[in-house]
């Protein structure tokens, strides 16, 4: 028998260790991090698996609106489609004193409560509350209830609550609402207030079909909304919705003119009811 030579004889080992490993079937274990990124992967919420020192990446970055952007001049763009794009500026204008002697919130909040039979634990909705000049007054008018106070720019909200916290009102609800509706339970308002926002909203007709939905049976749309016209303060007439044509919108959603009020100079004061046939 021929003698193996010493060297060969070392390495033999080794040798015979590495055909095993070939011969030998393997298995993967999917670890934990795997098993955690299964489900996503096949969902399709992860393009690619983590490699070392990379964090995951996502299938589709999400698509940004450039009325997000901010301005080159640095201002802080509105998400109403149909306000002015400087928020700060907008917020400071709502809440001037100035325009609070022309709306009278107190006034307003008190003929809300009063002609719209409401009760301490009445559920009032705000539809675009903006900073909150006509959430604050309600909410005093109803402490065993209170107020959804809806709008679609975050900032507006933000204002609010920096306001509710000042005054110590805790029974506000800020609501981030959305253009074609504003996120209210059905049913579930005694009363809805829209003061100088009824000209904002896009699909009219199916947004105030939708309110309908949500007032509870006995409840009242109430609008605040600027006269026909140009007028010195306020909307240019062109940005309006003529008095007779939102009459006609609110009739063909299912409502009915209750009453009007003539407390302010340039603003209709209008309650509105469920037509009876509508329900």
């Not at 039979?117 to 705000?126: E, H, M, N, Q, R």
């Not at 009242?220 to 007439?237: Q, R, T």
């Amino acid at each position: 028998m021929p003698r193996i030579p010493k060297a060969c004889s070392a390495l033999l080992p080794v040798a015979l260790l590495l055909l095993s490993a070939c011969k030998t079937p393997t298995t993967n274990t999917p670890n934990d991090a795997t098993l955690r990124a299964a489900p996503l992967v096949a969902r399709g919420e992860v393009a690619q698996a983590p490699t070392e020192g990379h964090a995951p990446q996502p299938a589709s970055l999400p698509q940004v609106d450039n009325h997000d952007l901010p301005s080159p001049d640095g201002t802080v763009p509105n998400r109403d489609l149909h306000g002015p794009r400087d928020t700060a500026s907008y917020i400071d204008r709502l809440r001037s004193a100035e325009r609070l002697r022309e709306l009278k919130p107190e006034l307003v909040a008190q003929n809300v409560f009063d002609r719209a039979g409401l009760k301490a634990d009445s559920v009032i909705a705000d539809i675009g509350c903006g900073p909150g000049v006509f959430a604050w007054p309600m909410a005093r008018l109803v402490p065993g209830g209170f107020i959804f106070a809806v709008d679609v720019e975050p900032a507006q909200l933000d204002a609010l609550r920096a306001g509710l916290l000042e005054r110590k009102i805790d029974n506000v609800v800020p609501v981030l609402g959305s253009y074609s509706t504003p996120h209210l339970p059905p049913e579930s308002c005694d009363a809805i207030f829209i003061a100088d926002t009824y000209h904002h909203i896009e699909d009219r007709h199916a947004y105030m079909t939708l309110l309908r939905k949500r007032l509870a049976p006995g409840g009242f749309l109430v609008l605040l909304e600027y006269k026909d016209g140009d007028l010195p303060v306020g909307p240019p007439a062109k940005h309006k919705v003529p008095k007779e044509e939102r009459h006609a919108e609110l009739a063909a959603a299912g409502f009915e003119l209750d009453r009007e009020l003539s407390t302010h100079i340039f603003h209709d004061f209008e309650f509105w009811r469920l037509r009876r046939a509508s329900r």
